[in-house]
């Protein structure tokens, strides 16, 4: 069935196995509620968000974003406590599909609000699929106090078309882990960026592997930090590592 968007307000909802596009600024919009599922939905050529999520333990799951048009240009934005983001994929969010001024991104938790608090936290992030994409898999800034104890695993970033990005961004919070992801693409800088804004504590990176030639992390303040097992500046030997073919 294919539908103009959803604007969820209630709790324990689930929206499953619909086509969304054409819709305005959001495809699929959930704010403030609680046990929301969306699962198996394909969302495409919408405005400025494919999937707006705020509220707590939500199941995000196997669906295939893509194609956002014009200002931030995010496949998903996510806020809350006690997510799954599980199998989906995220991609072609570019100036090449959209506005040239497209601020494009897989996924992102902003916050810098010093009235409103909108937290990441306990949040999993795994299985997912990021591909052309011009600005940066996933970014997280908010205060420090509200992105923490996150997990980001057996995820790929394949970065599309601007070098000048990293693929994961994360500007504060403590208790994260990253571990056994693919970064791949083209990212002139580091594949994982930490701590632009604070000191972030209790930070693991282990079992991934980065394309070679491309710097695993980079830190611009201190960072408490565990690295073990990662494979860096060593070819793979991918079969067949680019371009991607994910459909």
């Not at 599980?86 to 570019?94: D, L, P, V, W, Y």
């Not at 923490?148 to 919070?173: E, T």
């Amino acid at each position: 069935v294919k539908m103009k968007g959803f604007k969820i307000t209630g709790d324990y909802v689930r929206i499953e196995g619909f086509e969304v596009t054409d819709t305005g600024e959001i495809g699929i919009d959930i704010r403030e509620v609680r046990g929301v599922e969306i699962i198996d939905n394909n969302v495409h050529h919408v405005g400025k968000f494919g999937i707006y999520a705020e509220g707590d333990d939500f199941i995000i799951q196997g669906n295939d974003v893509s194609y956002m048009m014009s200002g931030d240009g995010d496949c998903l934005r996510i806020f809350g406590d006690s997510h799954l983001v599980q199998g989906n994929k995220f991609h072609h969010t570019s100036k090449k599909y959209a506005s040239p001024r497209c601020h494009c991104d897989g996924i992102q938790h902003y916050d810098m609000d010093n009235h409103i608090q909108r937290q990441l936290t306990n949040a999993v992030f795994e299985d997912n699929i990021l591909y052309e994409i011009d600005g940066q898999c996933f970014i997280s800034e908010s205060k420090p106090d509200r992105s923490h104890d996150n997990v980001w695993r057996r995820n790929v970033c394949h970065q599309g078309s601007d070098p000048d990005w990293q693929m994961l961004n994360i500007k504060d919070g403590d208790n994260w882990v990253i571990e056994n992801n693919v970064f791949w693409g083209e990212s002139g800088n580091a594949a994982i960026k930490l701590s632009e804004r604070h000191v972030m504590k209790n930070v693991r990176i282990a079992n991934n592997i980065v394309k070679p030639g491309i710097r695993l992390w980079s830190k611009v303040h201190d960072v408490d930090l565990s690295l073990s097992h990662n494979l860096e500046d060593v070819d793979p030997l991918f079969v067949n590592p680019g371009p991607p073919n994910y459909d």
